[in-house]
């Protein structure tokens, strides 16, 4: 399914790209399991099988790549939170991930230049969440690489407040939303020292608020290479 995301704001990520020299931007997709990140890429994207980019291929890292327009590709991940032999096996793929390198002009730099997560509505496990930033992302990630966004905001109240007829939450779950937004912004930074920007709500199962999901990762691309964390 092609949807209007494929050329959403597509001539304001090009002229990012071009001032930044490097395409495509490789986004990092990271969160507990059944956050939603596969709904969510499922719901941009179509899967590509086509290799994207100029000159630096990914190997194979059994991890599911897509694709919008050549520009910006997203990097699916096992999510944390299955068992904790699981999350050392998922944890070590996360980190080797973000140790990937490519060289140019003799500098190496880091193959992924954002870290997306994504954390359920609902708030069940946030313990993994502040695990995962803590030992996998916060350590190997420039802080203003990362990025936090709230999926299944359909069933952050349990299903309570959200109109089906109109794919919107009503005024009170808007605004359950909205604190929730700003408590997650500030526990981020209480326990992990990181000042996220403000998360956008979204629902990826009912498409609503994906544009915002979009925009906040547009509006901070990064307009430089990774250095690697030394
Ligand atoms: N109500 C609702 N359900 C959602 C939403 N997004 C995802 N889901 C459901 O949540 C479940 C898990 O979604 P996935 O996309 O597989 O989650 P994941 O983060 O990729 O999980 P792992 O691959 O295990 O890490 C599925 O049953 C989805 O249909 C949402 O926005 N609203
Ligand atoms: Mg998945």
Redesign the pocket.
């Known amino acids: 399914m092609v949807t209007a995301y494929n050329t959403y704001r597509v001539n304001e990520i090009n002229k990012k790209l071009q001032i930044a020299k490097f395409r495509p931007l490789d986004i990092m997709v990271t969160?507990?399991?059944?956050?939603?990140?596969?709904?969510?890429l499922n719901t941009f994207f179509q899967k590509t099988v086509a290799k994207v980019g100029t000159g630096v291929e990914p190997e194979t890292m059994g991890l599911d790549t897509y694709s919008l327009n050549n520009s910006i590709r997203f990097w699916?991940t096992?999510?944390l939170g299955?068992g904790v032999q699981q999350d050392k096996v998922h944890t070590k793929k996360l980190i080797e991930l973000l140790y990937k390198t490519y060289s140019l002009d003799n500098n190496t730099y880091g193959f992924i230049d954002i870290a997306l997560i994504?954390i359920e509505g609902s708030n069940r496990d946030m313990g993994t969440t502040y695990q995962l930033l803590n030992d996998v992302i916060v350590p190997n990630i420039q802080k203003d690489r990362i990025l936090v966004a709230i999926?299944?905001?359909?069933?952050a109240m349990k299903g309570r407040h959200w109109l089906p007829d109109v794919n919107k939450p009503d005024e009170k779950l808007k605004s359950f939303l909205e604190r929730q937004s700003l408590s997650i912004q500030k526990r981020v930074f209480e326990t992990t020292g990181v000042n996220i920007i403000k998360p956008v709500y979204?629902?990826?199962?009912?498409n609503f608020n994906i544009h915002k999901l979009l925009n906040m990762i547009i509006d901070n691309m990064p307009l430089q290479r990774r250095k690697l964390m030394k």
């Open positions: 969160g507990v399991t059944g956050a939603g990140k596969s709904t969510t699916d096992p999510g299955d994504i999926n299944q905001a359909d069933i979204y629902s990826a199962e009912y």
